[in-house]
């Protein structure tokens, strides 16, 4: 099993016995106390705090000093002194290999903490190499002298990850490693180390108790990686997907395909993939994963600016690619089978559907359907290619004519001036402009005197919910179609595709109004 570990750093007794709590409360497997944050504590409040109810069973104790990332300027005589001291209260001690090093002395000693340990069963010494800098040159070797020291009986090794395609050299560890591992690739770009540890079967892996208390950079909280990242559900089996984005921090979709794949049953799990913005690290890190088939990558979505190399991969691949998406000329969806890859654009599909739903129509009937689409970007091009498939009757008007006039060109359409907008036998105007999008959200791409009650008014901006366009449209009578619906459906047809089972739509409209509503 692995375990979920929480690091304690409360310098004060109450504070650290409110931690403890928590952390059991939120199912910690066990919690490390970081003796360099609580040195202050005594020898008595440690014991009180150990003797206390509702505090996690398993102790892992660290004197981490500070060429390792700790804050304690201690020698290593002082902390491993304190080690010996307070070991009767853990079961597990982390010494970084650098200290088991110095001298036979250190060793000695550590040796004499390993022994008061509570307990006589199981692993003992965690030995620790951690290098905040970057991917050590002898990570192998170091990894290579802990699995050969016998006193060792779990190897950590923790480095600074420049890109997630570091990650892969830390699952292998994972999985090949000769004695109980924990492998962890700090900040953002080594985050999926961190979440997907239990699925290679690591020794443990750390969450920290909240926002603010991470002891180290790119800890989630222990919550999310329960409820976010279904840490439970995970197993060696659970089928890997992602979205690949740069940056990635804010998506919602981690939250809304987890929340699918719980509800479904599925047994997957949903990460985000920082990807630097060339197409280089994008092939490099779908390289690496899909040439270890036990990761376990069954699927991506693809968001800015890696939608143009998604499209690009998939040609090079040879994959089936939906032939909108090659028109539009990005990919959102990829889909690993065993027969291939499919290649997928759901945006376009995700905003007709959430049309034609409103309306109660099917796609065929948008054909003639007067349409006004404002804007000319990425999701403007998707609606537009969406639309003009259909036979709709599409006049795009954007601030940059230009842009608007060479779309027009591509799908066969229209472009009148901006200052246009719209004209009198328009049914439906589509708002593909980020005009109202938060913290802007006074502003409106188009004057309600346009407006009149029989058009049907989409606006794809999701925050907020109900843009002032939205707003003055619902005043006056017409129908109305929010961006969470769009969001909603381009995910649930991801989801589809993925699993063949229909999507939860409710369950992932209820996860998005919820992180919008935060
Ligand atoms: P984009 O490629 O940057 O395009 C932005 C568009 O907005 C361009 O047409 C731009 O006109 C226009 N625009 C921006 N600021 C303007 C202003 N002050 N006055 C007039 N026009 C302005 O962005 P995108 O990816 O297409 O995204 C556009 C909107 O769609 C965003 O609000 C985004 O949230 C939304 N969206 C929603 C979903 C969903 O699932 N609901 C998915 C994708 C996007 P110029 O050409 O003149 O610059």
């Known amino acids: ?35 360099d944050h609580m040195n202050d504590l005594s020898e008595e409040q440690f014991r009180a705090l150990r003797a206390a109810d509702g505090v996690p069973a398993t102790w892992l104790l660290t004197p981490r000093s500070r060429d390792e990332g700790g804050v304690w300027d201690a020698d290593d005589m002082n902390r491993v ?21 110095r001298s036979a002395n250190i060793r000695q000693k550590v040796r004499l903490a390993v022994s008061r340990l509570d307990g006589d069963a199981g692993p003992r010494l965690v030995l620790s190499a951690h290098d905040f800098r970057g991917r050590p040159a002898d990570l192998l070797r170091r990894v290579e002298r802990m699995c050969e020291l016998t006193d060792c009986d779990v190897v950590k ?11 892969f050299e830390l699952f ?33 892996t ?28 995970q197993g060696p089996d659970t089928a890997v997907y992602g979205v690949i984005g740069h940056p990635i921090a804010h998506s919602m979709s981690p939250a809304i395909h987890n929340a699918a794949f719980e509800t479904c049953g599925v047994d997957a799990v949903y990460v985000p993939l920082l990807i630097e913005p060339t197409y280089e690290h994008f092939v490099d890190f779908l390289r690496h994963a899909l040439e270890r088939p036990w990761f376990g990558l069954r699927g991506c979505s693809v968001t800015i600016p890696h939608k143009e190399n998604a499209l690009r991969f998939a040609r090079q691949r040879g994959a089936r690619i939906e032939p909108l998406a090659e028109r539009i000329g990005a990919v959102n969806t990829l889909a ?20 034609t739903q409103t309306i109660g129509c099917e796609r065929h009937d948008l054909r003639g359907v007067p349409v006004a689409v404002l804007g000319a ?35 066969g359409c229209t472009a009148r001036p901006n200052d246009e907008r719209v004209r009198p036998d328009t049914r439906i105007v589509v708002n593909a402009t980020s005009i109202g999008m938060h913290p802007r959200v006074d502003d409106s791409p188009l004057p309600a005197e ?3 009650p029989d058009m049907t008014v989409f606006d794809t901006v999701y925050n907020p919910i109900e843009t002032r366009l939205l707003r003055e449209a619902g005043e006056i009578g017409c129908r109305t179609v929010d961006g969470v619906a769009m969001f909603v459906n381009q995910a649930a047809a991801q989801f589809e595709l993925w699993t063949a089972r229909p999507a939860p739509r409710d369950v992932m409209r209820r996860v998005v109004l919820e992180r919008l509503e935060r």
């Open 1 to 35: 099993m692995t375990r979920l570990i929480v690091p304690m750093t409360s310098p004060e007794f109450d504070d650290a016995l409110d931690d403890l709590r928590r952390a059991a409360h939120f199912g910690a497997d066990a919690v490390e106390i970081r003796l």
């Open 81 to 101: 002194s304190r080690l010996i001291e307070l070991a009767p209260y853990a079961s597990l001690c982390d010494v970084e290999l650098a200290t088991w090093e």
């Open 206 to 233: 750390f969450a920290s108790l909240a926002t603010g208390k991470e002891s180290a950079p790119g800890q989630v909280t222990i919550a999310e990686m329960k409820s976010l990242y279904r840490w439970d559900a």
């Open 336 to 355: 690993f089978r065993d027969d291939g890859l499919d290649a997928r654009n759901t945006d376009y599909a995700g905003a007709l559907d959430a049309l």
């Open 172 to 204: 292998d560890l994972m999985r090949q490693a000769p004695k109980p591992i924990i492998a962890l690739a700090m900040g953002e770009a080594g985050l999926i180390t961190r979440l997907l540890a239990r699925k290679f079967g690591a020794f443990g």
């Open 377 to 411: 970007g990425g999701a403007a091009r998707a609606i537009v290619a969406g639309l003009c498939d259909c036979g709709a009757d599409v006049t795009i008007y954007n601030r940059t004519a230009e842009r608007a006039t060479k779309l027009a060109a591509e799908f």
């Open 450 to 452: 346009r407006l009149r």
């Open 157 to 167: 090794v923790v480095f600074f990850a420049r890109h997630i395609s570091e990650s």
